[in-house]
């Protein structure tokens, strides 16, 4: 090791701190990379999707089947069973569950290495988000739609906005969802350990997002306003409605804006949350 | 590059005073603390658990707010100018990770060059050094969840210079690691320092990496600064001195006195007998012995780090 010069390790002038497109799509592909590191557990995943895909897909045509008209909430047989599989494609996709990176990062004080980066934490845990919703969107959404496809009829798009529209929609359900779990992890700064509202927020968003059952089942005033009150509807009752044109071209158009608004609000309110937590933080441990 | 002027850190927790009462204490981790650092210089920063290092590392990369007091680091405010700060310095925490714990280490190597935003071929040349110097080729590839503790920490060195930081801050960095990892690190870390552009500050509880390492010793005990010199300072503050170990044939005449010298132990009936000299180069009491006793051996004992460390943390207060 002697006489070797380790002077090069010097920092380079003129270097900037402004976040570029470039570190973004870096740390977007590190999150898609470190979800691909764990290829067994995406076919579990995906084979449990299945499975769960038709138990809902099955009460939800029985409940189609005894409803007046057989369009309970204003959905055929088709879209319904559309409604199902695809939601179950996107539940991983959108990630309502199970992220608990950030809290665990703040209840060991891992999250002083986040810190030390130039870039910051939202940003740098959004861009990570996009690349598991990526790998979500290759891995695991497939999978139980092809499934769908195979054993129910599904609804094909009428309009030849709606598959854009789509894929603007499950982009959005991303970044809202995203928004609303770092607060809800988030809550681990003050409280130091953000199990509780872990679960209040699994048994919440399942609910309110439409996992569990169409919102549309629900009273219009009561589905009206968890959409424009809770960002909830637009993790995945928003781009489920929007592919099986459940509402009309102007209203589709509408819920994805709506959608839109909401996902700008939760990650510019996960910004503000992680400053305030920045000036009390207390990095644990030694 | 570093200067701390009256740096205060209080935490409010609150104690319990009754069944159910609980009342707020203040507790100083860091009680005015005022230090300068130059460009260049290899400072350690010890003192006991509890004293109040890490909480001074985090105030001065700018992890945690102080309380009052000013502090500037490479001209930057840390807290306010965290984002401008962290392209200049380099932190290695012992007990936590900055590498991507599912991602093979040079993944992490290449994600951290985007994020530090740094040229293709100033990465590259620093991490050939890296390689080079810490032998980092074997495990390139593996995830870091599965690479050893000596390995990692080789990995978080790397990824603390790529960016090449003009300060770099090294929490405890030889933490849990064997003999020869120790040794890989602290022979990397005197190697960098010797090129005098990286302003180094190290906590450690192991001494072992400040001698090795350090000219300048800062050491805070109860938020405070303590003493702020050269080992040897620290040495001549608190009285150890060198000791000279002789065996003899014969044991020494009764009465004997070596001037300069005090007779501070007789083992194996006289036979090994052992002087702490005070102010005598051993030379010249090797000397004055010579003409007393046959010395069949001798050696003569550095005063050790680790006593007067002890000392100084148990001192009272």
């Known amino acids: ?286 | 590059m570093i200067e701390m002027q009256d740096l205060r850190k209080d935490f409010t927790v609150r104690v319990k005073a009754g069944r159910l009462r609980r009342e707020k204490r203040t507790v100083s981790a860091v009680d005015g603390v005022s230090l300068a650092i130059e460009q260049g210089e290899m400072v350690g920063y010890i003192g006991p658990n509890g004293a109040g290092k890490s909480t001074t590392l985090k105030m001065l990369t700018g992890v945690l707010s102080p309380s009052s007091g000013d502090v500037r680091v490479c001209g930057l405010e840390p807290v306010r100018q965290r984002t401008r700060l962290a392209l200049q310095i380099g932190v290695v925490f012992g007990q936590r990770s900055q590498l991507w714990w599912d991602l093979p280490l040079g993944e992490s190597f290449r994600l951290l060059r985007h994020v530090y935003r740094v040229p293709r071929d100033d990465h590259e040349r620093r991490l050939v050094r890296c390689r080079e110097l810490l032998g980092l080729d074997e495990f390139l590839h593996t995830p870091v969840r599965q690479l050893s503790l000596g390995q990692r920490m080789r990995g978080e060195l790397t990824a603390a210079l790529l960016h090449g930081p003009r300060v770099l801050f090294l929490d405890e960095p030889t933490i849990g690691l064997d003999v020869v990892s120790k040794q890989a690190v602290r022979s990397f870390l005197a190697e960098l320092g010797r090129g005098g552009d990286v302003t180094l500050v190290l906590t450690t509880h192991d001494l072992a990496d400040i001698e090795r390492l350090c000219r300048r010793l800062v050491v805070i005990d109860h938020g405070r600064v303590v003493h702020d010199g050269t080992i040897d300072e620290l040495h001549a503050r608190y009285g150890s001195r060198r000791r000279l170990v002789v065996d003899l044939d014969t044991p020494l005449p009764a009465g004997f006195t070596l001037p300069g010298a005090t007779l501070t132990g007789t083992e194996a009936d006289g036979h090994r007998v052992t002087f702490t000299l005070d102010g005598i180069a051993a030379g010249a009491a090797v000397a004055g012995l010579v003409g007393a006793a046959a010395v069949r051996d001798l050696s003569v004992v550095e005063p050790d780090i680790e006593d007067v460390v002890a000392k100084l943390y148990t001192a009272p207060r």
């Open chain 1, 1 to 286: 090791m002697s006489g070797t010069d380790a002077r090069v390790l010097t920092i380079s002038p003129g270097t900037r701190s402004r976040t570029s497109i470039t570190t973004f799509c870096a740390l977007l592909w590190s999150g898609f990379r470190r979800y691909a590191t764990y290829r067994q557990a995406t076919a579990a995943g995906a084979f449990t999707n299945i499975v769960f895909g038709f138990l809902r897909c099955y009460v939800l045509l029985a409940v189609a089947a005894g409803a007046p008209g057989g369009r309970p909430g204003g959905y055929d047989p088709e879209q319904l069973a559309t409604y199902v599989w695809v939601g179950q494609g996107l539940l991983v996709v959108v990630g309502i569950w199970g992220w608990t990176d950030l809290s665990d990062r703040i209840r060991s004080g891992d999250v002083a290495a986040d810190l030390l980066r130039p870039v910051p934490p939202v940003t740098a845990y959004l861009a990570a988000d996009l690349g598991r919703g990526l790998y979500g969107m290759l891995t695991r959404f497939v999978p139980p739609v092809v499934a769908g496809l195979l054993f129910f009829p599904f609804k094909t798009p009428d309009r030849w906005q709606t598959i854009p529209l789509f894929a603007v929609s499950v982009a959005l359900a991303v970044i809202g969802s995203f928004g609303c779990r770092y607060l809800i992890n988030a809550t681990a700064y003050w409280l130091h350990d953000a199990r509780g509202p872990l679960v209040f927020w699994t048994l919440a968003s399942g609910v309110l997002a439409g996992l569990y059952f169409p919102l549309r089942l629900l009273p219009d005033w009561l589905a009206v306003t968890l959409w424009v009150g809770t960002p909830l509807p637009g993790l995945l009752q928003t781009p489920l409605d929007v592919l099986v044109e459940r509402d009309g071209p102007a209203i589709q158009v509408g819920l994805v804006a709506l959608q839109a608004v909401w996902a700008v609000v939760m990650v510019k309110a996960a910004a503000v949350v992680q400053k305030r937590a920045e000036r009390k933080l207390v990095v644990q441990g030694g």
